[in-house]
């Protein structure tokens, strides 16, 4: 012990800080003993020195000779175990990192192998594998498997005669066995839920209810499934030291994990449903809830607090980037919009201009023509008006000078007949002859040569110079 530990001690203070993994591999297993690697790690093994070759399966620098150690060899993507072939799903890197942390840990080739392919890493190279149905060309595997034994063992049923049962109730295939299980493989590769491609297919009518016996009765049954990682993959929880937890709860069991998934699988492949089985499980007292914190439940909060600060920087840097996005759509559409207001504005502008203007000639046109119209009108209405008072005063003259020429001959007759009446009295024995008075004769004249001049040229009275 004192050995190994001073060992131990010296390559960790001394050798690993110092030189890399090639070299500390090409070391143990190269320079000492080139021509038996695998003997140098039984020999270590054997020595209680696993550490190391853990340290180095660990490492995740690719060792030279190791798929030689794995007892298979990766070409093209494809290998060989067991005798039939298969072909990787991922990389050939991810693959032997998975590999490597498999059998450090385990030291089984046969179980890392089944983990492996539990994890989807490769799939079945024959028989009804995907190679001869995969949209990418002959010899390439889309990762999904089309193996009757898979689904018997993992999916919980078996097909025999065109007949199966689920959920103790007994249906028959209305296409060939190849058929449903390519389909099946392509639904349960995508949703991972033995309901949901069932429902799925069902509604496809590629199997009705069978109204024979039950398999179950006549020595077919489906059989639930006990595997661990099947449950914590498909149903959402794994169970650590007896705990585990569910809906961010945590519970642990009162029996051993080995009883707990005999009845959990029993109860999943009668009502394919999680919280249901839970409940059911939970009233048989198989576990209680745990208060204390563990460290399960830490790790799952801790993961989901880094799953949400992981959406929420996604969420922020796509709606910058969609703001930003909007913002430039905006800008531009604003920048178009002023432009085309602008635009308008101009138009508008000298349109209005334009009317203004011609409006403008119009109305002094029209104020043009009143004006003259205007000045016509009055010159004829002061034409009228003057002829009207002309008219008027020769009226008035003339009757003034009739009135007068009357006066004046009834006063002469007057005079006439008082010097008549007189002189007939005076001298009726004499009669006497009037003489005619000159002054009358004057007047009479005077007022006939007035009128006379009165009228002009035209007939027009122009008494404005003889007032």
């Given amino acids: 012990m004192d050995s190994r530990h001073c060992l131990r001690k010296i390559i960790l203070q001394i050798w690993v800080p110092t030189i890399k993994v090639h070299s500390l591999y090409d070391f143990l297993l190269g320079n000492k003993f080139p021509s038996c690697k695998h003997t140098c790690v039984s020999v270590l093994r054997k020595r209680h020195l696993n550490w190391i070759t853990s340290f180095i399966s660990w490492s995740h620098a690719p060792c030279p000779g190791t798929h030689v150690f794995r007892r298979f060899k990766i070409s093209h993507g494809r290998f060989r175990y067991g005798g039939k072939y298969y072909k990787l799903s991922c990389s050939k890197r991810r693959f032997y990192s998975y590999w490597n942390r498999c059998y450090g840990r385990y030291h089984s080739v046969g179980r890392c192998f089944g983990y492996l392919r539990r994890k989807h890493l490769f799939s079945y190279y024959n028989g009804y594998s995907s190679v001869t149905h995969s949209a990418y060309g002959a010899g390439y595997s889309s990762g999904i498997t089309y193996d009757f034994a898979y689904y018997k063992s993992h999916h919980g049923f078996t097909i025999r005669n065109n007949q199966f049962t689920y959920g103790g109730i007994g249906y028959k295939l209305k296409c060939g066995r190849s058929r449903f299980y390519r389909l099946w493989g392509q639904c349960y590769h995508r949703y991972h839920s033995v309901g949901s491609c ?49 809906n961010g709860i945590a519970y642990k069991l009162k029996c051993s994990r080995s009883r707990f998934y005999r009845h959990w699988g029993q109860c999943y492949h009668r009502y394919h449903s999680v919280g249901t089985c839970f409940r059911r499980l939970g009233r048989h007292h198989l576990f209680y809830r745990y208060v204390r914190h563990h460290h399960a439940l830490r790790k799952h909060l801790y993961r989901h607090r880094q799953i949400a600060h992981h959406h929420t920087r996604r969420i922020h840097k796509v709606a910058k980037s969609h703001v930003a996005r909007i913002s430039h759509v905006s800008n531009k559409h604003v920048r178009h919009i002023q432009h085309q207001a602008n635009k308008h504005v101009s138009r508008i502008a000298n349109e209005a201009r334009s009317h203004i203007n011609r409006f403008k000639q119009l109305v002094d046109y029209h104020v043009k023509r009143l004006h003259k119209h205007t000045k016509h009108h009055l010159s004829t209405v002061e034409h009228q008006h003057k002829r009207h008072l002309n008219t008027r005063q020769y009226q008035n003259k003339k009757h003034e000078l009739n009135v007068r020429h009357l006066h004046k001959k009834h006063e002469y007759n007057l005079k006439k007949h008082s010097y008549a009446y007189r002189h007939r009295h005076s001298h009726r024995h004499k009669q006497m002859q009037p003489k005619r008075n000159a002054t009358y004769d004057a007047e009479l004249i005077e007022t006939s040569l007035t009128l006379n001049s009165l009228i002009d040229e035209e007939g027009n009275y122009d008494v404005s110079e003889k007032k």
């Fill in 198 to 246: 069932f429902g799925r297919l069902h509604r496809q009518h590629l199997f009705y209810r069978y109204g024979g016996e039950d398999y179950s009765k006549i020595g077919y049954s489906s059989g639930p499934i006990y595997d661990r990682s099947y449950y914590y993959s498909h149903h959402g929880f794994r169970i650590r030291h007896h705990r585990f937890s569910y």
